[in-house]
T-cell receptor, first 119, second 114 residues
């Protein structure tokens, strides 16, 4: 299957700093990328959907200015947590979607996740 | 609006016994249904999906799931559990209207005891 990478896998930062997380599709072009947040022992919460070259669509309750998403190319999307605070500590997972060659169904592939800890 | 329910927070099963992890869904139209597994501090691994066709779907690592339209269920099953199957399992649904949004259930933690 297709591979999606995330970098870094873990990051610890001080409160008030900004952190950038990269999501890359390694062997396919991702027309759409998604960012999820997972709280401990909880499900994945979709934060936003981004299409290459256009502004991200944020889910209700997600602060656009807090979580900046850029999807500059078909293989890279970035999530920047601005002015991070301890409550932003979480596991962030990206996924990338491409059209299956077998059907019109859009496959979705997940990255390994990034553990953010804000001190 | 589409939704997914996993009624069990945790499932305990002895190694070698069959396991079932339950999932019910609500979506307008015909759904795309998925099961994913997550190990600690890892991303999601795809297990199987139902798009169309046979109601019994076979996936990775010996898992299978049965799509039941009348009961709006998509339970995950395995005939003989392994200790290594212990993980967090997510059921997910996406509508088939061309949208990309996938909604995940709350997750079910599976413990397989040796």
């Amino acid at each position: 299957g297709a591979v999606v990478s995330q970098h870094p896998s873990r990051v610890i930062c001080k409160s008030g700093t900004s952190v950038k997380i990269e999501c890359r599709s390694l062997d396919f072009q991702a027309t759409t990328m998604f960012w999820y947040r997972q709280f401990p022992k909880k499900s994945l919460m979709l934060m936003a959907t981004s299409n290459e070259g256009s502004k991200a669509t944020y889910e209700q309750g997600v602060e656009k200015d807090k979580f900046l998403i850029n999807h500059a190319s078909l293989t890279l999307s970035t999530l920047t947590v601005t002015s991070a605070h301890p409550e932003d500590s979480s596991f962030y997972i990206c996924s990338a979607s491409s059209v299956s060659q077998m059907s019109s169904y859009n496959e979705q592939f997940f990255g390994p996740g990034t553990r953010l800890t804000v001190l | 609006a589409q939704s997914v329910a996993q009624p069990e927070d945790q499932v305990n099963v002895a190694e070698g016994n069959p396991l079932t992890v339950k999932c019910t869904y609500s979506v307008s139209g015909n759904p795309y249904l998925f099961w994913y597994v997550q190990y600690p501090n890892r991303g999601l691994q795809f297990l199987l999906k139902y798009i169309t066709g046979d109601n019994l779907v076979k996936g990775s690592y010996g898992f299978e799931a049965e799509f039941n339209k009348s009961q709006t269920s998509f339970h995950l099953k395995k005939p003989s559990a392994l200790v290594s199957d212990s993980a967090l399992y997510f059921c997910a649904v996406r509508d088939n209207t061309g949208g990309f949004k996938t909604i995940f259930g709350a997750g079910t933690r599976l413990f397989v005891k040796a």
